[in-house]
């Protein structure tokens, strides 16, 4: 008897249902590929690159470890160099001219430690949550909180674009390059970045542009500061200069905006989750929040020393425009030093311009519930990139009009910021504690410590600045 298999009727349809078969293959993977997305494929190409790294690094140490690290560092370091922003250099640039070195060096180094708090507990919700900050508030907390923290970011992040293209004219005009150039090449470069279609070249290409923070460095040294006592202010903390205490502490709170804002709980929470990251990956994205602090904490003491002369010789900074602050440091520190500080202010503008811009379009995306990553090209996600390039363009435009206040418009922004956060540290902290969103991940005992501390001296400096504001002469003022 034939076998059922050489059965001819059996043969003649074997070409027919192995054809039907790899039919129904090709629609089940033409189905896939329909689900999966550009920024599917990327993400995923970006975690095979980390998965063969540490495979490599466990046979070849430390080799692969650091390719490990090089591969997931990124949004720490570009949250704290982008917070060194045009403003927040000029902050501490004011605040070394106007009280040199003592109280407000060691506190600069408080303000990147409460950064680090604040910012750890960031990166644990995006590893673990793998949604932006903007989606979860509104998932957690319902449309009203929603629309507060939306309302109160967008106002921020909007005031604090204009500053970083205020910063970046001001860096220009040092070597007289007209507005209208300057802030045209800058949104020529804010486009080129973030429109790459690939997270990791626009990180790459952002974090390239942000180490060029390391200019104030140079420029310090040729200030020829007297280090012993910068130690002496290190290890033993002055008290509070002499002068008004509402201007002392104006200042506390824009040196504080200069390093804790809201927009840097949304930019990292929604780079963390753009760039894949795991709860796995914790560790190096603790030691990239670490790194990204210490680096920018130097550059800002670097800038507050540079200025220091400005303060020996009497020469007050309340008034300086455009270039001015780098043009009353050459006497002191040379036309080298005053190019470095002018090019410094010129790459903090930038490189905040690009992060900021990148927070809120983050923000909207999640929001509205639309293509919200770096990964996506530009005709997948354009409310996305429209957003981005929008606020960049709005911003840049108000910055054109002449006899702009540049200090004042500065230093109000950090305190506006600071003014902010209380708000967003709560939610913060009431997020890091849901045991919904983040199971074994949630804030111990100590994390919770360290963030209330942080909430509370935010809203114990912003309630003593009202206090010196309106009563002057009870805080002898």
Same mark, same amino acid.
């Not at 040092?174 to 007209?178: Q, S, T």
């Not at 992060?355 to 990148?358: D, F, K």
């Given at each position: 008897m034939?076998?059922?298999?050489d059965n +001819?009727?059996?043969v003649?349809?074997?070409p027919a249902?192995? *054809?039907?078969e790899?039919a129904r293959?090709a629609?089940?993977?033409?189905d896939?590929?329909?689900?999966?997305?550009?920024?599917?494929i990327d993400r995923?190409q970006?975690r095979?690159?980390?998965?063969?790294?540490?495979?490599?690094?466990?046979?070849?140490?430390?080799f692969?470890g650091?390719r490990v690290?090089w591969?997931l560092?990124g949004?720490?370091i570009?949250?704290?160099l982008?917070?060194?922003d045009a403003?927040s250099m000029?902050?501490y640039?004011?605040?070394?001219?106007?009280?040199g070195?003592?109280? !407000?060096?060691?506190?600069?180094?408080?303000?990147?430690?409460m950064?680090?708090?604040?910012?750890?507990?960031?990166v644990?919700?995006?590893?673990?949550a793998?949604?932006g900050?903007?989606e979860l508030i !509104?998932?957690r !907390?319902g449309?009203?909180?929603?629309?507060?923290?939306?309302?109160?970011?967008v106002? /921020?992040?909007f005031l604090?674009?204009?500053?970083?293209?205020?910063?970046?004219?001001?860096?220009?005009s040092?070597?007289?390059?007209?507005p209208?150039?300057?802030?045209?090449?800058?949104?020529?470069?804010?486009?080129?970045?973030i429109t790459?279609?690939?997270?990791?070249?626009?990180?790459?290409i952002?974090?390239?542009?942000a180490i060029?923070?390391?200019?104030?460095?140079?420029a310090a040294?040729?200030?020829?500061?007297a280090?012993?006592?910068v130690?002496?202010?290190?290890l033993?903390?002055?008290?509070l +200069?002499q002068?008004?205490?509402?201007?002392i502490?104006?200042l506390?709170?824009?040196?504080i905006g200069?390093?804790?804002?809201?927009?840097?709980?949304f !930019?990292?929470q929604?780079?963390?989750?753009d760039?894949g990251l795991q709860?796995r990956?914790?560790?190096?994205?603790r030691?990239?929040t670490?790194?990204g602090?210490?680096?920018?904490?130097?550059?800002?003491?670097?800038?507050?020393?540079a200025?220091?002369?400005l303060f020996h010789?009497?020469?007050?900074?309340?008034?300086f425009?455009a270039?001015?602050?780098?043009?009353?440091?050459?006497?002191?520190?040379?036309h080298a030093g005053?190019?470095?500080?002018?090019?410094?202010?010129f790459?903090?503008?930038?490189?905040?311009a690009i992060?900021?811009?990148?927070s *809120?379009?983050?923000a909207f995306?999640?929001?509205?519930?639309?293509?919200? *990553?770096?990964?996506r +090209?530009?005709?997948?996600a354009?409310p996305?990139?429209s957003?981005l390039?929008?606020?960049a363009?709005?911003?840049?435009?108000l910055v054109?009009?002449?006899?702009?206040?540049l200090e004042?418009?500065?230093?109000?922004v950090?305190v506006i910021?600071?003014?902010?956060?209380?708000?967003?540290?709560t939610l913060?902290l009431?997020?890091?504690?849901?045991?919904?969103v983040?199971?074994?991940?949630?804030?111990?005992?100590?994390?919770?410590v360290?963030?209330?501390?942080?909430?509370?001296?935010?809203?114990c400096? /912003?309630?003593g600045?009202?206090?010196?504001?309106?009563f002057p002469?009870l805080l002898?003022?």
């Open positions: 034939d076998h059922p298999q +001819p009727e059996t003649r349809r074997r249902d192995a *054809s039907i790899l293959v629609v089940a993977e033409r896939l590929t329909d689900l999966l997305t550009h920024e599917d995923a970006d095979w690159k980390v998965a063969t790294a540490r495979v490599e690094g466990k046979r070849v140490m430390p692969g650091l690290l591969l560092v949004p720490g570009l949250v704290f982008g917070e060194n403003p000029l902050s640039a004011a605040t070394g001219s106007r009280f070195v003592g109280f !407000f060096v060691p506190f600069i180094v408080l303000t990147f430690l950064g680090f708090i604040v910012q750890e507990m960031t644990r919700l995006g590893a673990v793998h949604r900050h903007a !509104f998932d !907390f449309p009203f909180w929603g629309f507060f923290t939306m309302a109160d970011l106002l /921020g992040n604090t674009l204009v500053t970083e293209f205020i910063g970046v004219r001001a860096g220009l040092f070597f007289g390059i007209p209208s150039v300057a802030i045209g090449g800058t949104l020529i470069v804010v486009a080129a970045a790459t279609g690939r997270y990791w070249t626009w990180e790459r952002t974090m390239g542009l060029f923070n390391v200019l104030f460095v140079p040294l040729l200030a020829h500061p280090w012993a006592q130690g002496h202010a290190l033993h903390w002055t008290p +200069p002068g008004s205490k509402s201007d502490l104006f506390i709170l824009a040196d200069a390093t804790v804002t809201p927009w840097m709980l !930019f990292q929604s780079t963390v989750v760039k709860p990956d914790l560790s190096a994205g030691l990239d670490l790194l602090a210490l680096l920018a904490s130097v550059f800002a003491i670097a800038a507050v020393l200025t220091v002369p010789h009497g020469i007050r900074a309340g008034e425009q270039a001015q602050f780098a043009q009353a440091l050459e006497p002191w520190i040379g005053s190019a470095l500080f002018a090019l410094g202010i790459e903090a503008g930038i490189v905040a992060a900021i811009s990148t *809120s379009a983050y995306g999640e929001v509205l519930h639309t293509g919200h *990553s770096l990964n +090209p530009l005709r997948e354009w996305f990139y957003i390039l929008g606020s363009c709005l911003a840049a435009g054109l009009i002449p006899n702009a206040p004042f418009i500065i230093l109000m950090n910021a600071v003014l902010a956060m209380p708000p967003a540290l913060l009431l997020l890091v504690n849901d045991d919904e983040m199971g074994n991940y949630a804030n111990g005992r100590w994390a919770n360290a963030g209330v501390a942080v909430t509370v001296l935010l809203v400096a /912003g309630l600045y009202g206090l010196a504001t309106v002469r002898g003022g």
